[in-house]
């Protein structure tokens, strides 16, 4: 058994690894100070994440297999990045300090559940994570948020994109989520309108990259959306071989983000990761829910963004070519940047992070050592 003082935990299928694959170059990071291993409920999913790091990955699919793995690792810290159901079954550990690192950083109505309560600390990225846990929840206590920024957002990864002379535009669209509530996906509402828009635009290249759940999307009308706009971009390849259109379904979605010049997306985390990684070109939001003032009043982003709802696109392929000739949100975005990232630059939210898993390591330490069962004064039966 390897020694193992932050155990990475991952209940779910295959379908939700990229949830923690992002996380692993972090993992990385924290594992040369603090051995790190990677504890998964299902066995597909161990399997896909092998082939992914060097990191222990450790199988417990049953309960009972879950109790004696974290008895003979005895962690320190035990981080989450979701709010899987079966994160309970991991939370029955008193003896560790868990934390809650999640994702991404987005304005859905996921990001700010009750969930949070379960867990000693929750990592979020900077005020507006704040704000939007205090709106969002009872009684809850601010002091477990400890902001960290995003720390993939530190990492540099090779671009997947080829050079090109033409402006690129990149539509990454959410997927529908798990309830209607969490559901910001324009992929059956505008999607192919948007797409249609874009490559009417002159002298643009299309990019297309959807959220990773959207090709097993169980909604017809999101895989019928999807395959839609998969025709329209591989038309649009042949009828302009040299503009590159393409669609991208698998990957990072930020070795593709450094390389356009503007994007249009949902409600979610690469909204906020464009705000971050590229504050100087224009991004547009989608609203599915045609509701304005709810868009602004929870999703701040959209304030220093085109909103889109209903698409003619005649009127949107002006919008586009006007915003990449004359941005005049950009000052707004500026702003907007350090309402989400408290200002950190490229680096800074690693430093944050490493610190902030330091931290728990050292006090669970201490908690351990003032604790009575250890002292030998424990009362016994």
Known sequence: MPEVSVVAYFADDPSRTYQVVQWLPVLDLVHQKHPVGIVVRDPESATVLRARTTLPVLLAPSFPELNALYAELDADVVLYCNNSILNFQSLIGGRSLHAHINHGESDKQSMASNNAKAYDRVFVAGEAAVRRHAAGLLDFDSRRLVRTGRPQLDLHPA?????????????????????????????????????????????????????????????????????????????????????AHEAILTGDILAIIPDCDAM?????????????????????????????????????????????????????????????????????????????????????????????????????????????????????A
């Open 264 to 380: 249009f997306t949902d409600v979610s985390s690469v909204g906020l990761d464009w705000l971050y990684l590229r504050t100087d070109r224009p991004i547009f939001v989608t609203d599915r829910h045609h509701d304005a003032e709810r868009l602004r009043r929870e999703v701040p982003v959209s304030r220093c963004a085109d909103v889109i709802d209903e698409v003619d696109v005649a009127d949107l392929t002006a919008l586009i070519s006007a915003r990449l000739e004359h941005d005049e949100h950009h000052l707004a975005r500026v702003a907007m940047r350090h309402y989400y990232f408290d200002d950190l630059q490229i680096g800074e939210s690693t430093v944050r992070f490493l610190d902030a898993v330091a931290e728990l390591v050292e006090l669970r330490g201490r908690l351990l050592g003032s604790s009575p069962a250890d002292d030998g004064s424990a009362i016994t």
């Open 159 to 243: 671009s997947v994109l080829a050079p090109s002379a033409r402006r690129t535009v990149l539509y990454a669209p959410t997927w529908e989520g798990d309830a209607d509530y969490n559901d910001y996906t324009s992929l059956d509402t505008i999607g192919a309108a948007i797409v249609r828009a874009v490559l009417g635009v002159p002298d643009v290249r299309l990019v297309y990259k959807p959220h990773p759940k959207v090709a097993t999307s169980p909604k017809p009308t999101v895989v019928e959306a999807h395959h839609e706009i998969l025709t329209l971009v591989a038309e649009a390849a042949r009828r302009e071989p040299d503009a």
